[in-house]
């Protein structure tokens, strides 16, 4: 144990990481203190959503080049190595429609930097427009503990005919859905989708 | 070169296969030739449909567990296993809807056996159908080069219900579409889903 001069103890575990480690003990996580993990959640949140019956999406696994396998030790993967991901990481399935999408985060609290999209990533959701599907992302502000779902076709329009590098937030705040945050599921993004895309 | 004794060179290429490359090079493959690589198939399909601007159907990448990553080596995967998938091995979109299938083949000209079948992809193919999306399989005859789709009720009914461990060729011939075989695409099967699901 380490110790101020004074005597105090000294814990080397932040406090705001201590309490959210007690929150998460305890269960009754109040989302404003939550450490958010934005792949971590909306995996959480696909898996309520599947038990649930409410909808049906899931992760694309991470495509992996596979160069030896020692089979020797039944089937163990001993050289590989990652490829790109030619599209995006979330699909499925909600009341028959095509749902695809991906989420990224931003430290920024005024922007989201188009930087963390890929070229793929907008070539894809440019396809899933045209064929009808329903194509968005799920923006993370970290610092904000806010997270929107914006259409694609914002995202496309900035990233291909925008002057600046980076979506305004007010953008968000204006044509995006706030996602409601809780215990279970942890983004009620499915709200926002029924919000967005299928109430009339 | 090997020779026969009469002084005829032998090929130790079956010519079987060499008329499949023969075929390849000519661009004039006849289906009954050619040699079928199911997945292949359809993954040189899915590449068609989606530069034509037909359908966006994507392959699951499998999953796979990442023990070890030695960055020294520029993120070069040192030790990892498979993982079973979850679901099922392809996904998409067709005039908004969502797609969700499993392609088998069997070398039985009577019936497919079931064993084929794991639960997991019942389970995954049950919720699409809950959900609204079209679930169907793609079975390969491959001794009849015959390649059917069947709607995925038909094979869950089959699986929970059925006597027998596996469906007869009759149900295929019957219930099913068959898939007509070209060079581009090489599985016309978005033509069997349109005449499925989307004709009135």
Redesign the interface.
Known sequence: MIKYPNGQSFNPTPKKVRQQRKDKKDLSISASNRGMDLEGDINLSNGYY?NS?I??V?K?????N?VKVDYSK??????????KQ??TDY??????????FEAKNTKSKTSFPLSNIEQHQIDHLK??L????IAFFIIQFQTRNEVYLLDASFVIEFYEHGERKSIPYEVFKQDGILIKQGFSPRLYYIDAVEAKYFKK
Not at 74 to 83: N, Q
Not at 91 to 100: A, S
Not at 130 to 133: F, L, Q, S, T
């Open positions: 599947k019956g909808a049906l899931t694309r696994p991470t495509p992996i596979i039944g089937a163990r993967i001993t050289d590989a190595y990652f490829e030619s599209t699909n499925g399935v909600y009341k028959g429609k095509y749902l695809d396809r899933v045209e064929h009808g599907g």
